[in-house]
C-alpha cells in the first residue's frame, strides 16, 4: 500500500511538471510586452527628434559665447564666456556627445526595424537623414567620432571606431543623396513626425537643404566636393518658404518640456544671459528691426529676488545696449561696471542706478516672451517653446555664397533677398510677438542689397544674425570656424582653458578615455594639438 501511494505520488509529480514545462513560456511571457514584429518604428522618429532638439544648456553655455551672440557676467556661464572652468565643466563638454548619440540610437533602431520592409520604404530613408542632421552636429564639435559602426551595439559593437571626419563627410553626403533622392510621396508617410506631421516633399526638401549645410562645410578643404553635391541639392529642390523650417515644438502641458532645448529655461538663464556687444552693435549699424523683436531692457536690476525680471521688459531698438563679452561681477579690473561704454543707469528704469553686483538689468537680454514660451504670457512654469534647427533663410544663404562662387546655384542677390526677409519672418514661429510687418520686412530688404564686391561678408554676418537670434548656436560657431565671419576679438581672462584663443572644438568626454580607450587614443592622435579645445577639425584649417 506504502509502495502504491509513492508511486502515485511521483505520478502526479511528474504529470505536474510536465503540466508547467510543457507551458513555461507561456506562464511566463508577459502578454503586454512589446517586440519587433509588433513595434512601430514610426514612434522611434518622435523620440529622436525630441532628443535631437534639446541641446538647450550646450548651446547657452558654450557655442553661443565662443561666438559672441551672447555675453555672461555670472561664473557658471564662464565656461563658455571667457573659457574658464566653472561648475560642471565636464558634464557640459560631454552633452552634444551624449545627446547626440542618444538621437543617433534611436534612428538606428528605426532603421533596423524598417530595413527591407516596403511599407516603411520611405521612414527607412528618413532615419537616414535624421542620422546626418544627427551626426554632423556631433563631429563638427569633436572632430573624429564614431559613425559607421554608430548604435551596432544589437550587432556586438561596443566599442566602435572613431571613423576620420572627412570619411564621415564624404559618408554622410552619400547617405544624403541616396536617401533624398529615394523619398518617394506616393508610399507610405510618417505618422510621428514633429517636424512635417509626414509630409514627404517637405522632407525631401529639408534632405536636399541639409545637404547643401553639409556640402558648404567643406569650402576650404574640397570645394569640388563642395559644389558637386550644392549643385545636386539645388537641382533636387530646397526649402521653399519658412514653412518649410525644421522646427520641433514642446508642450509643457503634455509633458514635453522645454527644459533642455534652445530657448532660455529657468530664471537663472534670464537673469544671467545677454545679448552680446557684437551682435547688437552690428544690428544697430544696418537698423536691423530684428532689434526690437529679439531684444529688451529689463525692468528690474537684473538680481536674482528682483520680481520685475520676470515680466517684459523695454523692447525700443533705441535702448538696447549689448553686453561685451568677458566682464564679471567681482568687483575688480574686469567687473561689468568697468567696460568701456558702461550704461551706468538703466535706460528702461532711469531710476535704477548702479547697483553691482548685480547691473546686469542695464544690458539687453533676449525677449522673455519671444524665447522663454510660445504663449502669450511670461510664465516661469510654462516651458513651452520652439526650438529651430535649421532654416529656409539659412539654405538661402548658403545658396547665396555657392552661386558668389560661380557655382550653378542660380542668383546669389535673389537668394540673399530671399533670406532677409525669410529670416525676418521666420522669428514669428518663436512667437507672435516677435513679427515683423511685410513693410519693415520689404524696406530693409530693399535698402540692403547684395553687393558683389562685399558678398561674402554679407552673407555671412546674416548668417551670424539669423542663426544667433533663431538660437541655432552649434550653427553658428560652426559657420565661424569655416568663414571667421564675423571677426570676433578673445576674450582675456586668468585660468583659461585655451591659450587665449576661442575655442575650434570640444574636448571629447572624460568617459571615453574608459568606454572606449583605445579607440579614443587614436582618434586623439589624429588631433594636432592634442585632446583640446584649440586643436581644429578636418574641415576648420
Known amino acids: 500500500m506504502k509502495k502504491r501511494l509513492i508511486y502515485s505520488g511521483f505520478c502526479l509529480a511528474a504529470a505536474l511538471v510536465s503540466g508547467c514545462t510543457k507551458d513555461f513560456t507561456k506562464i511566463n511571457t508577459n502578454p503586454n510586452a512589446t517586440s519587433a514584429t509588433v513595434f512601430n518604428p514610426n514612434f522611434l522618429l518622435a523620440q529622436a527628434q525630441i532628443q535631437y532638439s534639446q541641446t538647450g544648456y550646450d548651446q547657452l553655455l558654450y557655442q553661443s559665447m565662443w561666438s559672441q551672440s551672447l555675453a555672461s557676467t555670472y561664473d557658471y556661464y564662464g565656461n563658455g564666456d571667457k573659457y574658464i572652468y566653472k561648475g560642471s565643466f565636464n558634464d557640459y563638454k560631454a552633452r552634444v556627445y551624449n545627446s547626440g548619440y542618444g538621437a543617433e540610437t534611436l534612428v538606428q533602431e528605426m532603421k533596423n526595424l524598417t530595413d527591407g520592409k516596403a511599407e516603411y520604404a520611405n521612414l527607412n530613408k528618413i532615419a537616414t537623414i535624421m542620422k546626418v542632421f544627427i551626426m554632423q552636429r556631433v563631429t563638427d564639435a569633436y ?16 566599442t566602435p571606431k572613431f571613423d576620420k571626419q572627412q570619411d564621415i563627410y564624404n559618408a554622410m553626403l552619400t547617405d544624403l543623396d541616396g536617401a533624398t533622392s529615394g523619398l518617394d510621396a506616393a508610399k507610405d508617410k510618417p505618422s510621428s513626425d514633429l517636424f512635417y506631421s509626414g509630409s514627404i516633399a517637405q522632407w525631401k526638401r529639408l534632405g536636399y537643404s541639409l545637404m547643401v549645410r553639409v556640402a558648404m562645410r567643406l569650402t576650404k578643404v574640397d570645394a569640388a566636393t563642395a559644389q558637386k553635391y550644392v549643385e545636386k541639392a539645388y537641382a533636387g529642390g530646397t526649402m521653399t518658404s519658412i514653412a518649410d523650417n525644421a522646427k520641433v515644438k514642446t508642450d509643457n502641458a503634455n509633458g514635453n518640456s522645454n527644459s533642455t532645448i534652445n530657448a532660455l529655461t529657468v530664471p537663472d538663464d534670464f ?58 561681477l567681482n568687483g575688480g579690473a574686469t567687473d561689468i561696471s568697468k567696460a568701456p561704454g558702461y550704461p551706468g543707469t538703466s535706460p528702461a528704469d532711469p531710476s535704477v542706478k548702479d547697483d553691482a553686483p548685480a547691473p546686469d538689468g542695464k544690458y539687453s537680454r533676449p525677449r522673455l516672451q519671444v524665447y522663454y514660451t510660445s504663449t502669450s504670457s511670461i510664465n ?22 555657392a552661386a558668389t562662387r560661380g557655382w550653378n546655384t542660380g542668383s546669389a542677390a535673389t537668394h540673399y533677398a530671399n533670406a532677409l526677409a525669410a529670416d525676418m519672418s521666420s522669428l514669428a514661429q518663436f512667437n507672435s510677438a516677435a513679427a515683423i510687418s511685410t513693410s519693415d520686412i520689404a524696406t530693409y530688404v530693399a535698402a540692403h542689397p547684395l553687393v558683389s564686391a562685399t558678398a561674402l561678408q554679407q552673407i555671412n554676418m546674416e548668417y551670424y544674425v539669423e542663426t544667433s537670434s533663431t538660437f541655432i548656436h552649434n550653427e553658428t560657431w560652426a559657420n565661424w570656424r569655416r568663414t571667421g565671419i564675423p571677426v570676433l576679438t578673445p576674450v582675456k581672462y586668468v585660468g583659461q582653458f585655451t591659450d587665449g584663443s576661442i575655442p575650434r572644438r570640444i574636448a571629447y568626454p572624460l568617459s571615453l578615455i574608459t568606454t572606449n580607450a583605445a579607440n579614443y ?21
Open 521 to 541: 587614443k587614436t582618434a586623439v592622435a589624429n588631433l594636432s594639438g592634442g585632446d583640446t579645445f584649440t586643436a581644429r577639425v578636418w574641415w576648420d584649417k
Open 143 to 158: 572632430g573624429d567620432v564614431p559613425y559607421s559602426e554608430a548604435g551596432m551595439a544589437k550587432q556586438g559593437i561596443f
Open 380 to 401: 516661469p512654469v510654462d516651458k513651452s517653446g520652439i526650438n529651430m534647427l535649421l532654416t529656409y533663410g539659412e539654405t538661402e544663404l548658403l545658396l547665396a555664397e
Open 271 to 328: 537673469r544671467e544671459v545677454r545679448w552680446s556687444k557684437t551682435l547688437i552693435d552690428y544690428m544697430q549699424t544696418t537698423a536691423d528691426p530684428r532689434i526690437s523683436a529679439i531684444a529688451e531692457i529689463s525692468s528690474g536690476t537684473g538680481k536674482a529676488a528682483n520680481s520685475n525680471e520676470t515680466v517684459a521688459g523695454n523692447n525700443a531698438a533705441a535702448v538696447q545696449h549689448g553686453m561685451p563679452n568677458g566682464y564679471d
